[in-house]
């Protein structure tokens, strides 16, 4: 049984599937939660200087939005019952899947538990695919958890 859960958050609705399933089997097996969100650069293109670093605004911004979606996830695991502890990653060296494999290492993870937006064609190549990288890269087991369908037509 999983009883130590990875769950990188977004705010997205496959995140916030894929964290309803995380403590759902954090419940039932008295286990518990790590909520990480990792800060994307992607996210805000337009926010560098033109000598390649992110201006202050940008960063503060970003770990604003990123301590919103872990306290939002949070609440959540209180409200189910769940032992939750949270992680906000401002590495920006690193992608996605690297982040997450050291956090699940570092944390001694059990089982990671994802998101998918489940894009397909020029939508993954131009956005990529998140969940992949977790895959291709997770020291421990992953459980994904797909968006609704209509959502992964984007």
């Known amino acids: ?10 705010g997205s609705d496959a995140s916030n599937k894929a964290l309803a399933a995380a403590l759902q089997m954090a419940r039932d097996s008295a286990g518990s939660v790590r909520l990480l969100h990792v800060m994307d650069a992607g996210s805000y293109f337009g926010g560098f ?23 939002d996830a949070a609440e959540a695991a209180k409200a189910g019952g769940v032992e939750a502890t949270w992680s906000l990653s401002e590495n920006m060296d690193s992608r ?6 050291d956090e699940a290492r570092l944390w001694n993870a059990d089982l990671i538990v994802t998101g998918s937006h489940g894009r397909r064609g020029v939508g993954r190549i131009v956005l990529g695919s998140g969940a992949e990288q977790i895959m291709r890269l997770a020291p421990v087991p992953v459980l994904l958890v797909r968006a609704a369908p209509d959502a992964a037509r984007g």
């Open 49 to 71: 200087d033109p000598y390649g670093t992110f201006t202050a605004d940008l960063l503060g911004v970003m770990r604003e939005a990123g301590m919103k979606v872990l306290t």
């Open 1 to 10: 049984m999983y009883k130590r859960i990875l769950v990188p958050v977004d």
């Open 96 to 101: 996605l899947g690297e982040t997450v494999a």
